[in-house]
């Protein structure tokens, strides 16, 4: 059935070093993608999105890429910071109502 | 502008009784959204609401039912409680089809 994956369930960085969050998506008919940001008792927030005719958007301190033929999906932070400790949720959509969530990365950022 | 806002916060149910959660949109949005979040997993879709009809369903048993008033405000029920119930529940709202708020989420826990 459709799935959203993510390669890794944890990731620890250095603050100050750049973050990359992977994410695998089954459904080739996925034409919309989002980031969010889920901190500890509080719902996602959005932090990006990108359209399937493009493969690459950037945003501040954000970076989307899209690679359709392997069906990946990654967000890279720059100069990660203490608050963005979150875990992060990647979510597809293929033109209908309802959003496909992954089951997540937690991002440590390690002063 | 207060956002997406839950109540309860928190819930305790027996497993056979029913529950009635509550979500109030963001000022300006008409679409909301019911997302089941079990700990350690990302959100699965539950319906949407639109001009208070259920536009789209996910894979969720009938014993999930909800409402969308006239002011756009939406409650989620839940029938026959099962301890497999336990989970966040989180209401998202938009404008149509554009970008998702999250709201904080009610925490259900069944025993």
């Known amino acids: 059935g459709e799935s959203v994956g993510l390669h890794l369930p944890t990731l620890s960085v250095q603050e100050g070093d750049n973050s990359i969050i992977n994410c695998a998506y089954s459904?080739?008919?996925?034409?919309?993608f989002i980031w969010y940001k889920q901190e500890s008792g509080k719902g996602p927030q959005f932090i990006i999105d990108?359209?399937?005719?493009?493969d690459k958007r950037q945003g501040q301190r954000v970076t989307v890429l899209l690679n359709k033929t392997v069906k990946h999906l990654s967000l890279q932070i720059a100069a990660t910071q203490p608050g963005d400790s979150a875990v992060y949720f990647c979510?597809?959509?293929?033109?209908?109502?309802?959003?496909?969530f992954g089951t997540g990365t937690r991002l440590k950022v390690l002063a | 502008d207060a956002g997406v806002t839950q109540s309860p916060t928190h819930l305790i149910k027996t497993r056979g009784q029913q529950v009635t959660l509550r979500c109030s949109p963001k000022?300006?949005?008409?679409?909301v959204s019911w997302y089941q979040q079990a700990l350690g997993q990302g959100p699965q879709f539950i319906f949407q609401?639109?001009?208070?009809?259920?536009?789209q369903r996910g894979n969720f048993p009938d014993r999930f039912s909800g409402h969308q008033f006239p002011n756009y405000s939406s409650e989620l029920n839940v029938n026959a409680l099962l301890l497999g119930d336990s989970a966040l529940y989180l209401c998202?709202?938009?404008?149509?089809?554009?970008?998702?708020?999250f709201g904080p989420g009610t925490r259900l826990t069944v025993l």
């Open positions: 998202a709202s938009s404008w149509k089809r554009s970008e998702q708020f």
């Open positions: 459904n080739s008919a996925s034409d919309y």
């Open positions: 990108i359209r399937s005719n493009m």
């Open positions: 979510a597809e959509n293929t033109g209908t109502y309802k959003y496909i």
């Open positions: 000022s300006g949005h008409d679409t």
């Open positions: 609401y639109y001009e208070e009809e259920e536009r």
